[in-house]
């Protein structure tokens, strides 16, 4: 589940940056809804994490393959023949936009997850526990499948309603 692997790194990267994770739960303190997707939207820092969790940790890695068009393209000066099978991995390529159907529901979702658990939560990594197997024991099987990582939540003592 895509979803379920960004919020893995979500929680991954917040637990390896607590700074980011403390200027997010001062911007959600300024909410009078916490669960309100109006108010979520328009969080910069919270669409910020998201985005570069995305960006650094795309959940669909490799993005499929597509075939070039009959007549060939060039890209980048590179003549590409007509129906060559090309990989354009988004891992790869970064901040490359793509349309996902389900996109708008998924960052709504990560939007209101990440915000709950953020607003009622301090996240930290296990002891002895680095979070690099989360990252290198990543598995593409078409969408991301994050390695192991061992995290502690402990209730927030600020900030609550």
């Known amino acids: ?3 379920a692997a960004t919020l893995t ?4 990267r917040l637990a390896r940056h607590p700074e980011q994770l403390r200027k997010l739960q001062a911007e959600l303190d300024t909410l009078d809804a916490i669960d309100d997707s109006k108010n979520l939207q328009s969080l910069p820092h919270l669409n910020g994490i998201i985005n570069e969790v995305l960006r650094l940790h795309p959940a669909v890695p490799t993005g499929g393959l597509r075939e070039a068009p009959a007549e060939g393209f060039t890209l980048s000066g590179r003549y590409i023949p007509g129906k060559t099978v090309i990989c354009a991995p988004r891992y790869t390529l970064g901040r490359r936009r793509y349309y ?4 708008n529901l998924a960052y709504s979702e ?3 997850v990440t915000a709950l658990l953020a607003f009622e939560f301090d996240v930290c990594f296990a002891p002895d526990e680095t979070g ?5 024991d990543m598995v593409d099987q078409f969408t991301a499948a994050p390695g192991q990582l061992a995290l ?6 600020e900030g609550l309603i």
Do not use: P
């Open 1 to 3: 589940d895509t979803t």
């Open 9 to 12: 790194y979500i929680c991954y």
């Open 100 to 103: 996902c159907i389900g996109k």
């Open 110 to 112: 990560l939007r209101i």
């Open 132 to 136: 690099i197997r989360c990252v290198n």
């Open 152 to 157: 502690v939540f402990s209730k927030r003592a």
